[in-house]
């Protein structure tokens, strides 16, 4: 069983627009996961350490600093990506 970091009720995911990274908005991790896309197979590996989320504390859930520490994601409920795939945005 994999334990990925900050998807506590996933609400919204988009993709980059080049398809190699899927961003998923959680709602009550008040965080923003982060994974690589293989393009061969399509499969999905959360990026390590801070860079697989952020999250309004740093923190998964009040569990330790596993995540980058970011301002306004409470309640994180959409996440887009800029045309260019330079910018990640969420709504919270």
Request: aromatic content about 6%.
């Amino acid at each position: 069983m994999r334990c990925w970091r900050g998807l506590r009720e996933a609400v919204f995911l988009t993709m980059s627009p080049d398809g190699t990274n899927l961003y998923v908005a959680s709602q009550l991790s008040d965080a923003v996961a982060v994974f690589a896309r293989n393009a061969m197979t399509g499969e999905l590996t959360q990026l390590r350490g801070v860079a697989g989320c952020v999250s309004e504390d740093g923190s998964d859930d009040g569990m330790a600093m596993l995540c980058a520490d970011g301002n306004g994601l409470l309640g994180a409920i959409a996440v887009t990506v800029s045309p260019d795939g330079l910018n990640v945005y969420a709504a919270s």
